[in-house]
């Protein structure tokens, strides 16, 4: 059994910056790749961010890269996500989830364990 339970969103200006945490328990969540997803109203989840284990490789989806910023602390089983340059297409709740087995993926369909979501507004 694994809990994940995200914070750190709410509402920002276009331009903005958040900062995403997701604190793991209940598993070995240093020996897990985890990733990020989101899902805006009306629309599917969809993959942003993805890290491994070791934190050594990270995955970006076209449209956060070079403004998202994804990183982990196994020390304190955290997986961060930093959000910069925000733009109101952002606006979404944001998900984090445990990947089953390497290598990391951008289905959802990979992972097993979810949080149950922050919300992220991003005001125009």
């Known amino acids: 059994q694994v809990q994940l339970v995200e914070s750190g969103g709410g509402l920002v200006q276009a331009g903005g910056s958040l900062r995403l945490s997701c604190a793991a328990s209940g598993r070995t969540f240093s020996s897990s790749g985890m990733g990020w997803f989101r899902q805006a109203p009306g629309k599917e989840r969809k993959f942003a961010a993805a890290i491994t284990w070791s934190g050594y490789n990270t995955y970006y989806a076209d449209s956060v890269k070079g403004r998202f910023t994804i990183s982990r602390d196994n020390a304190k089983n955290t997986v961060y996500l930093q959000m910069n340059s925000l733009k109101p297409e952002d606006t979404a709740v944001y998900y984090c989830?445990?990947?089953?087995?390497?290598?990391?993926?951008?289905?959802?369909?990979?992972?097993?364990?979810w949080g149950q979501g922050t919300q992220v507004t991003v005001s125009s």
């Open positions: 989830a445990v990947d089953k087995f390497p290598p990391l993926g951008r289905d959802s369909a990979e992972y097993d364990y």
